[in-house]
């Protein structure tokens, strides 16, 4: 049914490339569904029926499904890069009840079964699919809506199982969720009885509670915890550093620079990548934007996948930068995050379509890279916007990195950065210079001092000058991550 499957999806994850409308979307859903078995000459497939109900009042469904005269499912479509709303579910709903059938079918951006449960008060969502090769839910998709194994009975059967291992999944999250959150009470009021029962000859009742007092006990979702993708954890594998009685892991932490900005680490850069473009590109639709950097870049998880999508999957706060104000918006509306699933078996295929548009990128090693881990953290985002934006100087081979503050233009220098220890000879105030960073700072074996502690300057170029130990226009000099300067940004 794979087969099937990546048959039937093909042209419509084309047709979402290529943002079709959706009277051609229409039709190419028509000529699909006969790869399901189901005969447009027959009548079996009807394109916008005018469905009498009542006295002199219709319906026109978008497709609906037939077997001979009875009626077996109807689908609502909309564009391929359309983002569903309430209305729309509202609508399948309303034929699903008028024609009293107990499934439809919703096909746009994704496809979605709904199933009229009885005594529901609204139709329930029983399969999410995104439209992409290989997906095994897309494989029980066709099997179960073919005309071959399709009967009203079966599929009623198949939802009514769905909801089942969707409200046990559920049982499951909210156990997890509550051993998470108190791991210590419940790990150990459960091992109390054990080893009372194991132990209780040798120890009392209260030995055993004392001693699991001076435990603590904790658990880790690890799921939401973990920032590597299951292939670059085998790649990685095999990278260890090991000695007579320990082994430890090795991660490549090599650091990536876009047009001359910061080192960082691959989930941030392809994030600051996609947010460089996207500013660039203010005019790019959602389908514009995952055509630049196709899912095929990244893997299962695509580079950018909509906000629908990742809560339909429930993946929030894990595998995408989706925190609030991290997330995208393209011209269609469509709002949009990018995966943090990167390693060395997928990166190099980003890189090379980051330099077929235009961009230049530089590589580091580990010791170069700003960044200390792999993901963009709510906190460091926040207290970032607290303080100001921040910004960037790559002067005579500096890489001093700043907050500038809007109100009254000063610059917090912030520790890390490297300056030059050596200043131009034309530069005047290189002895005060000198005294005041030495002070603050500790010296490399390349020449630069990395600072230890941030440090407030009055301008943007007394910034500059102080950061590269020469004159500098600030102004001009300090870039932020899209390499706009102060001046673009708040003096034109």
Sequence with gaps: MQEKWNQFVYDLCEAKKKDVDEDIYHSLIETQLQLLGWAKWKGEICHKPNVPIGNNKHIQPDILIKNGDE?????????????????????????????????????????????????????????????????????????????DCFTKDAIVEFCEQRIREMQRQESLNKIKESLVADAQTQIKESLTPYLLDKYGTTFSEEDITGMLSRLRFSATDIDSSQPYTEQEQQETATEMESSESTKKRVYDHKGYSLEGGPFLKKNKFVYTVVKTYVKQHPEATFADIERTFPPTLQGPFGVVRTIDHIKEKNYNGRRYFNDQDLVMQSSDGVSFAVSTQWGKGNIEKFLKTVRQLGYHVTLSSANDTNEQTGHLSKQETTDNQQRGPQFHLYIRGCKAHAIFNESNHSMRILKGSLLPQSTVPSYRDGDKRNAIISTMSKPTKDGFWELQQDYVLGSPSTAASYCSGRSSNGWNHWINDAGQTLDELYRN
């Design 71 to 147: 009626a077996m499912f109807v689908i609502e479509v909309k564009r391929p890069v359309h983002s569903q709303t309430e209305r729309e579910r509202v609508q399948l709903e309303s034929y699903m009840r008028q024609q009293k059938m107990e499934v439809g079918v919703y096909i746009g951006e994704h496809i979605e079964v709904f199933y009229d449960m009885p005594k529901s008060k609204d139709a329930v969502s029983v399969m999410h699919i995104p439209l992409e090769m290989n997906n095994k839910q897309g494989a029980k998709f066709v099997e179960k809506f073919s005309k």
